[in-house]
């Protein structure tokens, strides 16, 4: 068998990865962490050299963090529609929801068309506290 490349490997542990943190967001640091304890000595700029790709290939969503400086990425929904809708993301522990209901697409919808507005949903997350943060 074929020795595995050190660069499959570390493209496996970040999918491995992302799988654990499947509901929840993570930060690069979280990321760099998880892969120092697997033995992989990847440096930042690899690091986020495959966040950014993971991100332009809908495998990842990413927000500006309101938790700390820089960014936080989720798992994006599995339908790909995270660009069609807008999130919510807890100020507190970070955790992000898809607001991909009806309801909501279709607020959107219409009060794009009643403004004129274009509305950016990947740049647009609402804030505030998750249930869990609230108790
Ligand atoms: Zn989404
Ligand atoms: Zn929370």
Do not use: W
Request: hydrophobic share 25%; aromatic share 6%.
């Amino acid at each position: 068998m074929l020795q595995k490349s050190y660069h499959t490997k570390t493209t496996d542990a970040i999918s491995e990865f992302i799988q654990t943190t499947a509901e929840h967001s993570f930060t690069a640091a979280e990321l760099s962490d998880f892969l120092k304890n697997s033995g992989l000595d990847v440096n930042k700029t690899t690091i986020y050299r495959n966040l950014d790709k993971l991100t332009e290939n809908g495998t990842l969503i990413k927000h500006k963090s309101q938790t700390s400086d820089g960014f936080i990425y989720q798992k994006a929904s599995a339908d790909g529609t995270c660009h069609e809708h807008i999130h919510f993301q807890c100020t507190k522990c970070g955790s992000v929801v898809h607001l991909s209901d009806e309801k909501t697409t279709d607020y959107l919808k219409s009060i794009s068309e009643t403004l004129g507005l274009e509305i950016d949903t990947s740049a647009s997350t609402l804030n505030g506290l998750c249930p869990k943060c609230r108790n």
